[in-house]
């Protein structure tokens, strides 16, 4: 099976960075995906990672050591509308399923 | 809009009732799945159909009963349900099911009460 952890609450200010963590014990991997997730709507999908490295894209990156089992999300130059939760998720198989973490809300502060 | 809706946004049903969620996507996609989010938990996947077949059934109890007519509409048949049930229930779809690598794209859920 799959534990995936990641940080309840974060709070920061409009204009700021913050980094997201997440980390993972499988006993397979192929992809680690982020979802962003405002109350009351559907998750949307952010950024996917099978490879080590950085992937970037605009103000939203997200990070990935297979080595380490860990994952960070980056979000620069933050918005009021930020304001969300972050899930990561984790495919093992060929088959889509995703495992998902519990979430984490950023709350963004003017 | 995503392109996955689902019906109704809202449920509340007593015990004993039965009744069917809907969804459905205009995306061209070959995958569907189920997912029930309560509070403070997380999204847990409870079925997954590829071209119209099951291929996953997630431990789930059989008083939850999917159906994949056709590769864009899904439905969760409900009956006998329990108060803890209640939940909000997402439908998702993505491109192509085999290779794992694409993005699913969620419903906005039907927020299901048990009374």
């Known amino acids: 099976g799959q534990n995936i952890d990641q940080p309840t609450e974060m709070t920061a200010t409009e204009g700021a960075i913050v980094q997201i963590n997440c980390t993972y014990q499988?006993?397979?991997?192929?992809?680690l995906f982020w979802y962003q997730q405002h109350a009351g709507e559907a998750p949307t999908f952010l950024s996917y990672?099978?490879?080590?490295g950085l992937e970037e894209k605009g103000r939203f990156s997200s990070f990935l050591s297979r080595s380490k089992g860990y994952s960070y999300l980056l979000l620069k130059e933050l918005q009021m509308k930020d304001s969300a939760s972050y899930l990561c998720a984790l495919t093992t198989d060929s088959w889509g399923k995703l495992q998902f973490g519990a979430g984490t809300q950023v709350v963004v502060t003017p | 809009e995503t392109g996955v809706t689902q019906t109704p946004r809202h449920l509340v049903m007593g015990m004993t009732n039965k009744k069917s969620l809907k969804c459905e996507q205009h995306l061209g996609h070959n995958a569907m799945y189920w997912y029930k989010q309560s509070a403070k938990k997380p999204l847990e996947l409870m079925f997954v159909y590829s071209l119209e077949e099951r291929v996953e059934n997630n431990s789930v109890p059989s008083r939850f009963s999917p159906e994949c007519p056709n590769s864009s509409h899904l439905f969760l048949h409900l009956h006998t349900l329990q108060p803890e049930d209640s939940a909000l229930y997402l439908c998702a779809s993505s491109q192509e099911v085999q290779r794992g690598g694409h993005e699913q794209f969620f419903g906005p859920g039907t927020r299901l009460t048990v009374l």
């Open positions: 499988t006993s397979g991997f192929n992809g």
């Open positions: 990672n099978v490879l080590d």
